[in-house]
């Protein structure tokens, strides 16, 4: 399981993700959910991915492979409008789980992959895109300016209550964090280091990028400062009926 998220306000993109692929009692292993393209002026590609490693993997070679072979038929570089890419990449996905699928029913396994793709064409606006193991894919929408795949529950909820069109990037970027953090701290298949990426709108360069340990300063800033912050908030809730009348109550003799 992971957690990989991406979100598109009025400045830019920020995605962010975990690095968490397995995790037992004796065994904890950790890989890059997260690949950055980048063709400086021309186009910005990020790329997240969930489900089966194998399969996300395979897809990478396939991309990396295209990438450098003049002749191929379409590569990361190839498509004109954002959406043309996330048709590829569902295409290279669906090759990949049809190649092993009499495998996996045998051994009564998946190899689902669920990718998001975000980015900018030059002359066209930053997107992002849920690409589904079945190779269709949506985009976020006006009223829920977010995309996120793996274990999304647990840091659905402050976003859908602090995340809007006009969120600041930086602010877009605290939120990611505080919602991977509040799904590492529910769920033991979903862990650190977290990787962040910050691009700007019509910039067309490398995204701002940063990888966040357990021990990283900010990060442990910010999980004491928000814990902090809810305990806070929750002292502060209003009072029952019945607790009010108590506290009017005069004290015994």
Request: glycine share 6%; net charge negative; hydrophobic share 35%.
């Amino acid at each position: 399981m992971t957690y990989c998220l991406a979100l598109k306000v009025n400045r830019g993109l920020v995605f962010a993700s975990d690095s968490r692929t397995n995790a037992g009692v004796d065994y904890v292993a950790t890989y890059s959910k997260m690949r950055r393209y980048c063709w400086p002026g021309e186009r910005v590609c990020v790329l997240m991915t969930s489900g089966s490693l194998a399969t996300s993997q395979a897809v990478m070679n396939a991309i990396n492979r295209d990438l450098n072979d003049p002749d191929a038929e379409f590569s990361l570089r190839h498509g004109k409008q954002l959406y043309e890419v996330a048709q590829y990449i569902g295409k290279l996905s669906q090759a990949e789980q049809t190649l092993h699928e009499k495998a996996m029913e045998k051994s009564n396994a998946s190899a689902e992959s669920n990718f998001i793709l975000g980015g900018q064409i030059a002359g066209q606006a930053a997107e992002i895109f849920h690409i589904y193991p079945q190779g269709n894919f949506i985009s976020a929408s006006e009223d829920t300016p977010y995309l996120q795949i793996g274990e999304t529950k647990y840091g659905k909820p402050i976003l859908d209550r602090i995340i809007a069109k006009t969120t600041t990037l930086e602010d877009a970027a605290r939120c990611a964090m505080v919602s991977l953090d509040s799904t590492i701290r529910s769920n033991i298949s979903v862990g650190p280091p977290i990787e962040l990426a910050m691009y700007q709108d019509d910039s067309l360069d490398e995204p701002f990028h940063h990888t966040y340990t357990l021990n990283s300063p900010m990060y442990k800033s910010m999980k004491k400062q928000w814990t902090d912050g809810l305990h806070r908030a929750f002292e502060q809730l209003p009072r029952f009926d019945w607790e009010k009348v108590k506290a009017d109550e005069p004290a015994g003799e």
